[in-house]
């Protein structure tokens, strides 16, 4: 019951995130097609999510299948918007203490717990033969 409260709570922030990023076109995030492979991921984790819930460890590939679709969109945004908080923090433009800061890294921090919530539920999951 944790892992499909954990995939919920990933599921809907990363959503929300990056529905921002289609809708609105987040300036750090990755152009191209890479925000929409992430919403076909956040709405196979969603499904991987209600699959969870109903048959338990059994659906934590669509999850883990979903999270890599996630990922695809995250790995290049985040190199930027770390790149450039850490250029702005050095600048002094920016309080290493401010939300700004961390707010948009919640989404990502909580698709990397569902991502090796999943793996240790799936792929990596000892098999009891």
């Given at each position: 019951?944790?892992?499909v409260?954990?995939?919920?709570?990933?599921?809907?922030?990363?959503?929300?995130?990056?529905?921002?990023?289609?809708?609105?076109?987040?300036?750090?995030?990755?152009g191209?097609?890479?925000p929409?492979?992430?919403?076909?991921?956040?709405?196979?984790?969603?499904?991987?999510?209600?699959?969870?819930?109903?048959?338990g460890?059994?659906?934590?590939?669509?999850v883990?299948?979903?999270a890599?679709?996630?990922?695809a969109?995250?790995?290049?945004g985040l190199?930027?918007l770390?790149?450039?908080?850490?250029?702005?923090?050095?600048?002094?433009?920016?309080?290493?203490?401010?939300?700004?800061?961390?707010?948009?890294?919640?989404?990502?921090?909580?698709?990397?717990?569902?991502t090796v919530?999943?793996l240790?539920a799936?792929?990596?999951?000892?098999?009891?033969?």
């Amino acid at each position: 019951m944790t892992n499909v409260i954990i995939y919920l709570v990933a599921t809907i922030g990363t959503g929300i995130q990056i529905y921002g990023a289609v809708s609105h076109g987040l300036w750090w995030a990755p152009g191209g097609s890479l925000p929409l492979v992430a919403m076909v991921g956040v709405m196979i984790m969603g499904l991987g999510t209600a699959w969870s819930a109903v048959k338990g460890s059994s659906a934590a590939w669509i999850v883990f299948v979903g999270a890599l679709l996630c990922w695809a969109f995250y790995v290049p945004g985040l190199g930027t918007l770390l790149g450039d908080f850490r250029s702005s923090i050095s600048a002094g433009r920016l309080s290493i203490a401010s939300a700004q800061v961390y707010l948009p890294l919640l989404p990502p921090a909580l698709l990397a717990v569902a991502t090796v919530a999943s793996l240790t539920a799936g792929p990596l999951a000892q098999s009891e033969d």
